[in-house]
């Protein structure tokens, strides 16, 4: 009998449609896809997805992005077979912006089926690029994704876990509740010594160390003009500051990180109002404190 059960559970799981969590990476999840780091304004992490018949698109793993995927023209124009027409300005081409649908995206062994009506804009003048498009926040959650720092790897399928991971804290990990803020973007709350503030910060995977909102901190902290401003998508162009060093807390964890910083409200062109996250833990701060952003269970891990 106890033979029997034992078949008929391994047929079972065989037929499931999906691998059962395994403990290879950071976290148990069903797979892992090897991330690759580029230098395309600062480092950026990217996977490569088949799309109907066109294969390995190099897109990057967004953080920041509320995009659920998106692709350059140059991608589009190959898998719509000619030209995508501009439905708005946006982006950093005279091409500007249009969409396209995709049947599916395929990732390692796991392929995304429903996917979104997909945005098209380039980032650069003539659309050359390292990465055609990106993955955002949006197909991070769905795919219950995690981002490994250390390990380099991006997790789909992570299990879920009431309680913070054992393991992650035992090796000296904390870690900070991940909000998701009503525009769609994630935040962890951070406080800020020299404002006496606690503001809600993305964790991201692009970007520098730390991205902040400029308003908040002027005349606050020393910080001084970049050469060149800023350059968004929408068009409009802030200007950037640098400090060598700014005080937070994660957590209850203090810390010290280099900072840019500019106006995040004219780089997004929305009101002061509407914005929601204050900044950006970026690639190089994810890097330094081994993190993993674990989207399925809302968890930022970090080495103090």
């Not at 309680?163 to 994630?186: C, K, N, V």
Request: some cysteine; proline content about 7%; overall charge neutral.
């Amino acid at each position: 009998m106890t033979r029997l059960w034992l078949s008929i559970v391994l047929v079972a799981l065989g037929c499931s449609g999906s691998a059962p969590s395994s403990r290879t990476g950071a976290l148990p999840a069903n797979r892992t896809v090897p991330l690759e780091t580029v230098v395309f304004s600062g480092n950026r992490y990217v996977i490569r997805v088949d799309f109907d018949g066109v294969a390995k698109v190099p897109l990057m793993v967004h953080g920041n992005s509320r995009m659920y995927l998106s692709l350059t023209h140059h991608t589009a124009e190959r898998l719509q077979g000619g030209p995508v027409a501009k439905v708005e300005e946006y982006g950093y081409s005279s091409r500007g912006k249009g969409s396209i649908h995709v049947k599916s995206a395929r990732i390692g062994e796991q392929t995304f089926s429903k996917v979104p009506e997909v945005p098209v804009f380039d980032f650069t003048d003539d659309g050359e690029s390292p990465v055609q498009g990106m993955v955002g926040i949006p197909f991070l959650l769905d795919a219950r994704a995690a981002v490994d720092f250390t390990r380099d790897e991006l997790l789909l399928g992570v299990a879920a876990q009431r309680e913070p991971d054992r393991r992650l804290l035992r090796s000296g990990y904390r870690w900070a509740p991940i909000s998701i803020l009503a525009g769609g973007r994630t935040a962890v709350e951070a406080r800020f010594p020299a404002i006496d503030r606690v503001l809600p910060i993305t964790p991201s995977t692009v970007s520098a160390a730390l991205t902040l909102h400029l308003p908040p901190f002027e005349g606050k902290i020393d910080m001084v003009r970049s050469a060149a401003p800023d350059r968004s998508p929408s068009g409009t162009t802030p200007d950037e500051f640098h400090a060598e060093g700014v005080e937070l807390e994660i957590a209850g964890v203090p810390m010290r990180s280099a900072a840019s910083f500019e106006d995040l409200a004219e780089y997004g062109k929305i009101a002061e109002r509407d914005l929601e996250s204050y900044g950006m833990l970026g690639f190089d701060w994810m890097k330094e404190h081994r993190a993993v952003i674990d989207y399925a269970n809302r968890r930022l891990y970090f080495i103090p």
